[in-house]
């Protein structure tokens, strides 16, 4: 199968700027330094490229919504943070093939007039940061990045930011406030970043995934994108796939691409021949999926229709054995810990479902209790700044309400 985002892994050293050319590197940077901005953008739009960070909104739209004055200030950021737990792609990009990345930023800085591009990366990824920061000084040794590329006026210039490990520095605008130097708490919205970003600027925010995709549109255009996937879900995902299987790691398969199918052919069927319990299809904070419900086709649309989102496309399998009231401890942990607090809501719901859910667990809780759990996560969900509220909020309801039997089995 050909793929978009992996299509060099395996290549050994492909870190080096050399191999990285030898097998087509930096040829779309050229070819989109000969067009007009405007029309790469077009390309993009035209490709039905969507982010692959969670959200999955059109990324040339995105780029569109910025000010077309090209001497207006404008910024570019890579969204690398990678917090969410079963969430393991973007570091197979930028460990093994960071000039992609570059080149997709590069690509993408020119197309919106942006002239400084950050990688905000979580402080866990120190080892990822080294080879950013060795790929992208090779870059600029070369031509590829920094002043005058490629022999043009254009200039752009990226910076490697590391973050502190916080999950709600994943939400765009948070990560903005942690870049300023400020605590890493989202912003009310509007003004949007198109608008008001870094530093009070236009920003374009994108997931490393998204940014590695543009080589490939720019280089083959959007119709060749569109082989990949689906109507409005087009091209390729990274599905990391980890917990109870056989051969866990992170495969790159079309968007639509059957749930079943990823876990029984590709990921080898689950652990020890014993069976499926559930499924957290994007991240840990996707609504769980019964056994039942993984004849499904992992993409943004099909996912939500099923009461659940494809997210981050990490794969959580759980088998026969699991207690999900633990899973549940454990998310609710999660949450109550990265909560920024700025909420109350958030701040306050998430702590008393954590205590809550420890009670249940523990055999000392009641069936009002369950009660209680449910009825924070419906005043949770929509009383948010931003969607770790929410995503919280019915990541742990659907665990209750679908396997509610068990969380009553250990209650007095």
Known sequence: MNNILLSKKGIIDLHSLKKYIAHGGYEALKKALSMPPENIISMVIESGLRGRGGAGFPAGMKWKFLPKEREITKYLICNADEGEPGTFKDRQIMEFDPHLLIEGMTITAYAIGACRGFIYIRGEYDWIAKVLIRAL??????????????????????????????????????LLESIEGKAGRPRLK?????????????????????????????????????????????GTMLFGICGHVNKPGVYEYPMGT?????????????????????????????????????????????????????????????????SIPFVAQKAAKFFAHESCGQCTPCREGTNIIKFLIDRIAAGEGSLTDIEQVLRLCRCIKGSTLCAMGDTAAFSIETMVKKFRGEFESLVK
Request: glycine share 14%; charged share 20%.
């Open 137 to 174: 000084k090779e870059a600029e040794d070369h031509g590829f990045s920094g002043d005058y590329i490629l022999g043009t006026d254009y200039q752009f210039c990226i910076d490697v930011f590391r973050g502190a490990g916080s999950y709600i520095c994943g939400e765009e605008t948070a």
């Open 190 to 234: 509007p003004p949007f970043p198109a608008t008001f970003g870094l530093y009070g600027k236009p920003t374009v925010v994108q997931n490393v995934a998204t940014l590695s995709s543009i080589p490939f549109i720019v280089n083959n255009g959007p119709d060749a994108f569109k082989t990949f996937g689906k109507p409005r879900n087009y």
């Open 258 to 322: 059957s749930l079943k199918k990823l876990i029984y052919e590709v990921a080898g069927g689950i652990k020890g021949n014993k069976g499926l319990k559930a499924v957290i299809p994007g991240g840990l904070s996707a609504p769980i999926l019964k056994a039942d419900e993984i004849d499904i086709e992992m993409d943004f649309d099909s996912l939500i229709a099923a009461g659940s989102i494809l997210g981050t496309g990490g794969i959580i399998v759980l088998d026969e054995n699991v």
